[in-house]
């Protein structure tokens, strides 16, 4: 068993996913595909969505240059192509999430961006099958199976986690901010993810910097012995209509037999 395979049931017992968590990295030179073990590359133009997809549904590794990419936020939060005035105008947003040019603006400021031209391709796989070491892991789920990473990752540091969305470029709240923070985030899957990448209306990500992935892992296991744990154990009680009715079925018996 490689390492990668390990590590995928050790998130499989304590999560059950329905689908792969997916490996992601970034590269400086689209060359450093050619180094990778197994990769698929796109035949036709695709969105980041999509790639995320292939590794999470069928297990493919699939890899991208900022070429084969064709969603403009993408390109601009990860770096693939610089900001330019249209963008930071709002144009992106107004009439379609806001209402007027100064809040489409004020979107468009808050989307995280990583700095141009550093990365020029990407590639993501099902964790158990990569050969090569994340930058981040990305988990499809839902919000119970969100819950125990939530829980895994506080269990030594206590406090809380914060979530900033305006529920659209999932790939900014997912790659281009925990890269920037160094920290989990936990996102809604966008429009296209949800269009193009076949994400569910229960599914939540969390994105998972490669360095805490054990650390969540560990608390998830002490948070599992102390008894908070998916599935979420239901409380199985005796159900009261069918006690009532055995006493009822009991003295009608006992009538019959006084007859």
Same mark, same amino acid.
């Given at each position: 068993?490689?390492?990668? /395979?390990?590590?995928?049931?050790?998130?499989?017992?304590?999560?059950?996913?329905?689908?792969?968590?997916?490996?992601?990295?970034?590269?400086?030179?689209?060359?450093?595909?050619?180094?990778?073990?197994?990769?698929?590359?796109?035949?036709?133009?695709?969105?980041?969505?999509?790639?995320?997809?292939?590794?999470?549904?069928?297990?493919?590794? *699939?890899?991208?240059?900022?070429? !084969?990419?064709?969603? @403009?936020?993408?390109?601009?939060?990860?770096?693939?192509?610089?900001?330019?005035?249209?963008?930071?105008?709002?144009?992106?947003?107004?009439?379609?999430?806001? #209402?007027?040019?100064?809040?489409?603006?004020?979107?468009?400021?808050?989307?995280?961006?990583? @700095?141009?031209? /550093?990365?020029?391709?990407? =590639?993501?796989?099902?964790?158990?099958? =990569?050969?090569? #070491?994340?930058?981040?892991?990305?988990?499809?789920?839902?919000?119970?199976? *969100? *819950?125990?990473?939530?829980?895994?990752?506080?269990?030594?540091?206590?406090g809380r986690v914060s979530m900033s969305t305006?529920? !659209?470029? =999932?790939?900014? !709240? &997912?790659?281009?901010?925990?890269?920037? &923070?160094?920290?989990?985030?936990?996102?809604?899957?966008?429009?296209? !993810?949800?269009?193009?990448?076949?994400?569910?209306?229960?599914?939540?990500?969390?994105?998972? @910097?490669?360095?805490? =992935?054990?650390?969540?892992?560990?608390? *998830?296991?002490?948070?599992?012995?102390?008894?908070?744990?998916?599935p979420i154990p239901y409380q199985i009680s &005796? @159900? /009261?209509?069918?006690?009532?009715?055995?006493?009822?079925?009991?003295?009608?018996?006992?009538?019959?037999?006084?007859?």
């Amino acid at each position: 068993m490689t390492k990668w /395979e390990n590590l995928d049931n050790q998130l499989n017992k304590y999560l059950r996913l329905a689908t792969f968590p997916v490996a992601l990295k970034l590269f400086k030179d689209s060359e450093e595909l050619n180094n990778i073990k197994f990769l698929k590359r796109p035949e036709e133009k695709i969105v980041l969505c999509q790639l995320f997809s292939y590794a999470r549904y069928y297990g493919w590794t *699939m890899g991208c240059t900022k070429e !084969d990419n064709i969603c @403009p936020l993408a390109d601009i939060s990860i770096g693939f192509e610089e900001s330019n005035d249209l963008f930071e105008e709002g144009a992106f947003f107004i009439g379609r999430y806001n #209402e007027t040019k100064q809040a489409a603006k004020i979107t468009a400021a808050s989307i995280p961006k990583l @700095p141009t031209n /550093e990365f020029t391709a990407i =590639v993501s796989g099902a964790l158990k099958r =990569v050969d090569f #070491e994340p930058d981040l892991i990305l988990i499809w789920g839902n919000s119970a199976q *969100m *819950m125990r990473i939530i829980q895994g990752y506080l269990w030594k540091k206590g406090g809380r986690v914060s979530m900033s969305t305006f529920c !659209d470029g =999932v790939c900014a !709240d &997912t790659i281009t901010k925990t890269l920037l &923070t160094n920290d989990l985030q936990i996102a809604f899957p966008c429009l296209g !993810d949800r269009r193009y990448g076949k994400a569910t209306d229960n599914d939540l990500i969390a994105s998972i @910097p490669f360095k805490l =992935v054990n650390e969540i892992i560990s608390g *998830m296991e002490q948070t599992h012995k102390a008894g908070t744990r998916y599935p979420i154990p239901y409380q199985i009680s &005796t @159900p /009261e209509f069918f006690v009532k009715l055995k006493k009822q079925l009991d003295k009608v018996k006992k009538d019959i037999t006084r007859l």
